[in-house]
């Protein structure tokens, strides 16, 4: 089996499932690049995360992915354990909402944790052959084709992923997690805020009083507290530069999971997971969306503003839905979803019924109409559409006065029109659309019929 390293932006759930549903439907398979993904992107194995919009509840299950591109993606296995386990539970396998669930694919789903495999595990040349025991050699490799020894790549590697530090009477000791603290500075990290916990590595070596030797990830011997093989590590939010194996759950400390144990207080492997500040989420267990990469939902008004941390200083998340394709993030779409009457030779006010999207508290459903909230330049218009050949024609008033109006004579079934302007509006503005036709009539009744507005300035 394989997993190949990949990101994906975050879908939306297409069709509700239930807790025993065995495949589901995305809005959209796109890569970051907007190309549809293919099974070979994703290796023979893979993984996705199922999340409310509320992030109350949470899912991990394995899929297919030769099934990607089918038109439901096949579930192999649901409510997977949240820290890497591959047995199912009941308990954890929930019914999940259409557009209201974020699902998440990948390679930042959580049970990667599983993953790691110890220098004990057989070794396996794909195609080749199949050894208990490496073949050893103590030649300088000199061909693409030729291996290496480990005393080879140490030479080659530990330049690369160890800094040795000089650091006059720096206190620190194998095994001490370590932030900057200064220029060319070092301190022990510790998970009670945001600043304490920006993690640079971990010490493996202490040459003497001023100097010292640490790693930004990797295979860790010296210092590995005695933790049971295959416990996860988080910093600890109480003993500056110690790693504990409970992970917190008070708001404003930091949940950062640093390393996996694969031999009691002998071996780990160190890896900067991604850390999340921990704030009013409840629910599933907070380590699971830290792995995931879940941290601080945006609001819409977080998004216009360019917010890039929320109210307890996490890094801001921005659900895809909340960005408009018109610059400024700010605007609203209402539809119908049921019939309208169209006055004959006079304008009737039109019924709405559906929120497409609204970024600014816009929409105001039950008085068929948006409602102003930021003041500004706005592009606003509509759309209207019978189901008969007859004459029509379409108003838009802002505070009961007509600002926009436009007619179209018949031609064909259905007969549809649009209306749209550009207009300098004030918080508490109301816009309203009208519709009339030559004889008594009723909209098509669907998405077609429209009101909106962007703000553009």
Known sequence: MSILPLTVPPKRLAQTISSTATSFKLNNIQSWQGVDLVPGDFGTEA???????????????????????????????????????????LSRQYAWASNETIVQLGTDAPQLFRDFMSESNPATVTALHTYDVLPQSAVVPTDPDDFANK?????????????????????????????????????????????????????????DVDNFVYITEGIVSDGTPVFAAGSVLFLSRTTAGELVDTDTTTIGEVSFPLAVVSESGLKMIFHKYRPLVINSISGNPVAS????????????????????????????FVVPSLIPAIP????????????????????????????DFDTDSIADLPNNQLVITTTGTYFIGGAGYIISERDMGLQIQVNATVYLENGISSFSEPQGCTISGIFQLTAGDTIEMYGASSGAENSSGDFKNNLWAYKIG
């Open 47 to 89: 993984f996705a995360v199922l999340i409310n919009l509320t992030r109350t509840q949470i899912e991990i299950i394995e899929i297919d992915p030769a099934t990607i591109g089918d038109a439901s993606i096949t579930i192999v296995e649901r409510g997977l354990d949240y820290l890497g386990g591959e047995t199912p539970d």
């Open 151 to 207: 005393s080879y790549v140490d030479g080659l590697t530990a330049p690369a992923i160890s800094v040795p530090i000089n650091q006059v009477a720096h206190g620190f000791v194998a095994g001490d997690v370590i932030r900057i603290s200064g220029v060319n500075t070092y301190a022990k990290a510790q998970a009670d805020s945001p600043v304490n916990a920006e993690v640079v590595g971990i010490v493996t070596e202490v040459t």
């Open 328 to 355: 400024g993030l700010i605007g609203a779409k209402i539809e119908q979803n049921a019939a309208s009457s169209f006055g004959s030779s006079n304008f009737n006010k039109q019924a709405y019924q559906v929120t």
């Open 289 to 316: 969306e830290t792995v995931a990469g879940m941290v601080e939902q945006a609001t819409p008004a977080q998004v216009a503003a360019g917010t890039d941390t929320g109210e307890t200083g996490a890094p801001l």
